[in-house]
């Protein structure tokens, strides 16, 4: 069956670090992959996509890569703030409008 | 312009009873889709509205879980018979359209059955 896996341990990195936050999907094919924020009590929101035929996406601070022989989509975060703090999720295309999510890693910023 | 947005915030309610949870899109967006959060779980696929289309319903949990949506707009959750299980937070997200776009989510709705 399709599968999802995000870090479930929190990932804690100091202040001004780079943060790397991993996704691993097995038994899939999608055609793209987004990565949301999400802060306590609130919606995720959306940070990237990244397509299948894209190695590498930037957005400010932000880099997403995506190796679909490895099966995998890293997430960095560079020069890290403490507001940089809050779960990050992985989704992936299943079909035309379906998303399938991973569970999301916390991420801890600390000054 | 306004967001997504949800009422109730919480809903604390006895087993057995039934609960209407309330989505408003952003205006304009075709897409609606809602999602089922437990803890430490991925956002769990529940039902997706697009335009006038039939909808998605293929992630309800059980025939107790159903939703509509009036006039292409405002969406209803409705779970009946509540269970303990059911406990978790709902959130909806609509989007312009379907595939590749964002999707926009609301601060969802924080279901406790007693």
């Known amino acids: 069956s399709q599968k999802i896996e995000q870090n479930s341990e929190a990932l804690n990195i100091q202040e001004g670090k780079t943060a790397t936050l991993t996704c691993n999907y097995t038994?899939?094919?999608?055609?793209?992959l987004q990565w949301y924020r999400q802060d306590p009590g609130r919606g995720p929101v959306f940070l990237l996509l990244?397509?299948?035929n894209e190695k590498e996406k930037r957005k400010e601070r932000l880099k997403v890569t995506f190796d679909t022989t490895l099966k995998q989509s890293l997430f960095h975060i560079t020069a890290s703030q403490p507001a940089d703090s809050a779960t990050y999720l992985c989704?992936?295309?299943?079909?035309?409008?379906?998303?399938?999510w991973g569970a999301g890693t916390k991420l801890i910023i600390k000054p | 312009g306004a967001g997504v947005s949800q009422s109730p915030s919480n809903k604390v309610t006895e087993k057995g009873k039934d609960v209407e949870l309330r989505c408003d899109p952003i205006?304009?967006?075709?897409?609606l889709y809602w999602y089922r959060q437990s803890l430490g779980q991925g956002l769990e696929f529940l039902i997706y509205?697009?335009?006038?289309?039939?909808?998605?319903k293929s992630g309800l949990p059980s025939d107790r879980f159903s939703a509509e949506r009036t006039g292409g707009s405002v969406s209803t959750l409705t779970i009946q018979r509540t269970q303990q299980e059911d406990s978790a937070v709902y959130l909806c997200?609509?989007?312009?359209?379907?595939?590749?776009?964002?999707?926009?989510f609301g601060p969802g709705t924080r279901l406790l059955v007693l």
């Open positions: 989704a992936l295309s299943a079909s035309n409008y379906q998303l399938i």
């Open positions: 205006s304009g967006h075709t897409a």
């Open positions: 509205f697009q335009g006038n289309s039939a909808p998605d």
């Open positions: 990244i397509r299948e």
């Open positions: 997200a609509s989007s312009f359209t379907s595939g590749e776009e964002t999707q926009y």
């Open positions: 038994n899939y094919s999608p055609a793209y």
